[in-house]
Each structure stands twice: as structure tokens, then as C-alpha cells.
């Protein structure tokens, strides 16, 4: 029986972040949180691909911009969408969540979802928290450990 885990140290993987400016507060701690991770798997600073986009909504299209590039071995999803008042909320989740999805299907490529759905801004800030929970950190961990596994199972094929 073959067994295949990804490994969470780098071989020199180029990387994108996609992070959401909206809700600013939740996203750059789960920014911090990603880039940390990816330093600390031995991602050079020059090896990462930054990109600031408006809100959530906007997250799948920039990776999947990025993603036509083939120059990445994985992308981070970075955002934060809290329930309000209205069914925006669920709209603004599922969209998120189906385009990022999509992305990675159709590149082939790990798109990682680090994207907090919290009913308050209690919640979204424990997990975006750069010195404990930390929902950015976890999705650059998973981009890493899917960029080796990807590069295993072509290997083997």
C-alpha cells in the first residue's frame, strides 16, 4: 500500500496570499499569522506573492489570477465576514467558499481557505489571534503540506 502525507517544510515553493482589506482588524492578525507559517516552513519573503483585495468576494478572482500565472505551488485565502443584521452574511460565505473552491479545481492547485465566518467580532478575533488560535497560520500550514503532497503524488504518477 502506497501512503502519501505532505510534509510542512518548503522546497522552495513560491506562494500567494490573497487577504481581504475589509474587517481589517481580523485579517492582518490572520495576515501575520499566515506569513509567520510560511517563514517559519522556509518560505523566502521574495518567494511570496501578496495581494490586497477589497473584501471576501473579491478573494476568488485574485487567485484565480493568480493561479493562471503557473508560478505558484499554492495560494492562501485570507478574509473575515461576520453576520450582520441581513442574509449578506450567507451570500457573501457561500460565494467565498464556492470560488476559492473552484479555483482549485480547475488549476490544479492548492487554494487553501483561511476565510473566518464568525457571528461576531469576538469570535473572528480569537481565531485570527497571532500568538494563539490563528486561521491564517493554519491555512499557510495546509498550502505548504497540499503543495508537497501535490508534488508527491505527480512525482508517483
Do not use: W
Request: charged share 25%; glycine share 8%.
Amino acid at each position: 500500500m502506497k501512503e502519501f502525507v505532505g510534509e510542512t517544510e518548503s522546497q522552495g515553493f513560491k506562494i500567494g496570499v490573497v487577504v481581504s482589506r475589509f474587517n481589517e482588524l481580523i485579517t492582518e492578525g490572520l495576515l501575520a499569522g499566515a506569513l509567520n507559517t510560511l517563514k517559519e516552513a522556509g518560505i523566502a519573503d521574495e518567494a511570496i506573492t501578496l495581494v490586497r483585495v477589497p473584501g471576501s468576494f473579491e478573494i476568488p478572482l485574485a487567485a484565480q489570477r493568480l493561479a493562471q500565472t503557473g508560478k505558484l505551488e499554492a495560494i492562501v485565502c485570507l478574509g473575515a465576514v461576520i453576520r450582520g443584521e441581513t442574509p449578506h452574511f450567507e451570500y457573501i460565505c457561500l460565494q467565498a467558499s464556492n470560488g476559492v473552491r473552484e479555483v482549485a479545481l480547475k488549476y490544479d492547485l492548492p487554494v487553501t481557505f483561511g476565510i473566518i465566518t464568525a457571528d461576531t467580532v469576538e469570535q473572528a478575533l480569537a481565531r485570527a489571534d497571532v500568538e494563539g488560535r490563528n486561521k491564517g497560520s493554519e491555512a499557510a500550514t495546509s498550502a505548504v503540506e497540499m503543495a508537497n503532497l501535490m508534488k508527491d503524488l505527480e512525482a508517483d504518477s
